[in-house]
């Protein structure tokens, strides 16, 4: 199955801590069907010193995964349209062949 979702995408969080944010999409993690959005859901971690590699330790603050289906991809926006707007993303083929994805409340083509 395609992605709907892809790497470098700007996405808008649904539901959850962070929910409002937008971010872009760092890391895909399919197996659990989970993604890394960047500056969302922040969580502290606890990290010892590391003489090795020259590294304090602390508390360090860092993006945990969200599910897949708490994101949806935002839709750039245009004149007299809300800056945090998003849409269902869906597939069709092109005349030449190429399938694409689009954004199924405007049917405009995401970046080819």
């Not at 944010?21 to 760092?26: A, E, N, P, R």
């Not at 859901?41 to 330790?57: A, F, M």
Request: aromatic fraction near 4%.
């Amino acid at each position: 199955m395609a992605k709907k979702i892809k790497t470098g995408d700007l996405v808008y969080v649904l539901a959850g801590k962070s929910k409002g944010h937008s971010g872009k999409i760092l890391r895909i993690y399919t197996k659990t069907n989970r993604v890394l959005v960047e500056g969302a859901n922040l969580v502290k971690k606890h990290v010892k010193p590391n003489p090795q590699q020259n590294e304090q330790g602390g508390i360090r603050e860092r993006e945990a995964s969200i599910h897949i289906s708490n994101v949806a991809l935002s839709v750039p926006p245009q004149k007299g349209e809300e800056a945090k707007l998003h849409s269902k993303v869906g597939f069709k083929t092109l005349d030449d062949g190429r399938k694409v994805r689009y954004f199924k409340h405007n049917n405009e083509i995401i970046e080819a």
